[in-house]
């Protein structure tokens, strides 16, 4: 799917709210949001500060709309 074209600010706002006003888009952005801290919390706790660089991985999995995986 080609990303999409917006005229102005107020079209992509728009199109925004809507994309975002379903619940289940709303929870897993929580859980991804939650996902990607606990994945730098981890990283820095059990000695390995590199793994923190995965957290956009990790985070961004839980796409709604449009699955990473």
């Known amino acids: 799917m080609p990303p999409q074209e917006f005229a102005s600010y107020e079209d992509f706002f728009t199109f925004y709210l809507h994309e975002h006003s379903d619940a289940r888009n709303r929870a897993m952005h929580a859980v991804g949001t939650l996902l990607g801290l606990a ?3 981890l990283a820095f706790a059990i000695g390995h ?5 995965l957290w956009p991985v990790v985070s961004y999995a839980f796409r709604v709309d449009r699955p990473l995986f």
């Not at 500060?49 to 660089?53: E, F, R, S, T, V």
């Open 49 to 53: 500060p590199w793994y923190a660089l």
């Open 39 to 41: 994945t730098l919390i």
